[in-house]
Structures are given as structure tokens and as C-alpha cells.
């Protein structure tokens, strides 16, 4: 891909992906933009398919959505109303703890800000840009495995890590398309552009994709 080719690659992601499912975390930011709601949703859907996220995150936001109301649960309260989230029982130790520094950190409000993010407990780099850009609407780029990899499929970046995924779109992806490209890509990835065998034939973007290290395609 040339680096030129972006804008008619947003272009054509923007005019496809309501034919894609949306990524759970995008649907409930916009149903209510709560930061909170946003990061526990997000620490949740770690290693977890969307269908799985979505009602554990939904039993969970019903017993309790802000901080204080979440120290009220004990561990196994929520491990029962996460699971079987992936990694669930480890997940029910992190939310209290992230809680708790919250509480303790921000006066139980959701810092809008990069740096108080990534070190709150249970909080990396693609957790902490998701809050940014679907709890604050704020600038940031989430790169999560779908990002990575697509991106680096296409050409348009040549990396080793979702971090330095990040690093180099934040050099020359235009500031327009920072927010986007992570609800875009995620759909993309889970509809078509899949880790092995891609649906190649079916991809709008076929004329703009380098195709770098796909052997098997449909």
C-alpha cells in the first residue's frame, strides 16, 4: 500500500463497516458515554470474543457501574457475573483493584489522560487509548491484535508489536482517522480480513493490500 492510498482506504472502510458487526465496546460508548463503563468493559473483553463480553459486562454493569458501588462486590460476586470471560477469575482480583485506584488516585473519576491511565492496575497502552478515544473522545490510537495485524498486511506499516504498531501509525496515520481505525479495523478483522486464511476474494480493500504474509486465502 502507498502511504497516499489511506484516505481512499478510510474511505472505503467508513462506507463498508455498517455491513460488519460492531465491536461491543463501540456500541456501549455510544449508548451512554460513561469513561467508567468503557475501561471495565475493555479490561473485560481482553482475550474474550464480543459475544461472550457483552453480557458478562452487562450482569456485571447490573450489580454495580461506578467505583464505590463495584468495592461493594466481593471477588467471587463478580467472577460470577463475568464468567467465563476470558481469564475471569484474574479478572475479578484486577476490577476491585482498579477500583480502588481510581478511588484512591482520581477520586474515583476516570483520568482523561494517557500516562495516569497505563498505570492503573489491569490498564496497557490499547486499553488506555480506547478509554481516550471512546470514553473522552480524545485523540489516541488503539491497537489491538486486529490493528496490528491488518495494518501490517496491508504494507502500510512494517512492525513486530502492537506498541510499535502504535509508535508508526502515530507518525504518518493523519490525526482524522486516529479515533476510528481501531472500531473499523476490529470489524474488519472479525468479518473478513480473519488471522489465517482471509476472506481475500470478499475484501473491499483488495486492490490496496500488499497482502504481506498471507499464504492461504478464501
Known amino acids: 500500500m502507498h502511504n497516499n492510498d489511506i484516505h481512499a482506504v478510510m474511505a472505503v472502510l467508513r462506507r463498508e463497516a455498517p455491513k460488519w458487526e460492531r465491536p461491543y465496546v463501540t456500541s456501549l460508548a455510544e449508548e451512554r458515554r460513561d469513561p467508567f463503563r468503557v475501561l471495565i468493559a475493555t479490561v473485560l473483553s481482553s482475550r474474550t470474543q464480543d459475544t461472550t463480553t457483552g453480557p458478562a459486562a452487562q450482569r456485571l454493569f447490573a450489580l454495580a457501574d461506578t467505583p464505590q458501588a463495584m468495592l461493594r462486590l466481593s471477588p467471587e460476586q463478580i467472577e460470577q457475573a463475568i464468567y467465563p470471560v476470558g481469564f475471569y477469575h484474574h479478572k475479578a482480583q484486577i476490577v476491585p483493584?482498579?477500583?480502588?485506584?481510581?478511588?484512591?488516585?482520581?477520586?474515583?473519576?476516570?483520568?482523561?489522560?494517557?500516562d495516569a491511565l497505563i498505570v492503573l492496575p489491569g490498564v496497557g497502552r490499547k486499553t488506555a487509548n480506547l478509554v481516550l478515544t471512546l470514553g473522552f473522545?480524545?485523540?489516541?490510537?488503539?491497537?489491538?491484535?486486529h490493528v496490528h495485524r491488518i495494518t501490517n498486511r496491508w504494507g502500510y506499516v512494517h512492525t513486530e508489536t502492537p506498541q510499535q504498531t502504535e509508535m508508526a501509525l502515530r507518525a504518518k496515520l493523519p490525526p482524522e482517522y486516529w479515533i476510528e481505525i481501531n472500531d473499523l479495523l476490529v470489524a474488519m478483522g472479525q468479518t473478513i480480513c480473519h488471522p489465517t486464511s482471509p476472506k481475500c476474494s470478499l475484501c473491499p480493500l483488495r486492490q490496496f493490500c500488499d497482502r504481506v504474509g498471507v499464504t492461504r486465502s478464501r
Request: negative net charge.
Open 97 to 114: 483493584q482498579l477500583c480502588q485506584a481510581l478511588i484512591e488516585r482520581h477520586g474515583g473519576q476516570v483520568p482523561p489522560d494517557l
Open 137 to 145: 473522545h480524545l485523540p489516541g490510537i488503539c491497537v489491538d491484535t
